[in-house]
């Protein structure tokens, strides 16, 4: 959970950089929170979404600072994750990114 958190602490911080596993584990978490709060959501409000669109504005700002850091751990500038904009291939180039390997961190151990 200290993955997760320390994205919340940092959700101001454009500079410096993210591990490769720290990434993950937040991905995975937050996509875990994400799935029980869609039971919840479907339980409580039906097809209104109104938890999880909450939670989604609640992370956005955080993960648009965890993509630049992560970035920046590849060589790559902040602004690289614009690509995503573009349909189909966009999305799998930053996928791709986010899951190289670091070159400033040196996060080859992994």
């Known amino acids: 959970m200290n993955y997760y958190f320390d994205v919340f602490k940092r959700w101001r911080d454009y500079e410096g950089f ?3 596993k720290g990434y993950w584990m937040f991905t995975l978490i937050s996509c875990i929170i994400f799935l029980a709060i869609s ?5 409580l409000y039906g097809d209104q979404h109104f938890l999880k669109s909450l939670y989604i504005l609640f ?16 060589g790559k500038s902040g602004w ?3 690509i995503g904009l573009i349909p ?14 670091g070159f400033v961190v040196g996060e080859y151990e992994d």
Do not use: K
């Open 39 to 43: 039971v919840v959501d479907n339980f």
């Open 59 to 74: 992370i956005w700002t955080p993960v648009i600072a965890l993509h630049c850091r992560r970035l920046h751990d590849v």
């Open 18 to 20: 993210t591990t490769r």
């Open 80 to 82: 690289w994750q614009a």
């Open 88 to 101: 189909i291939v966009g999305p799998i180039w930053v996928l791709i990114q986010l899951a190289r390997p």
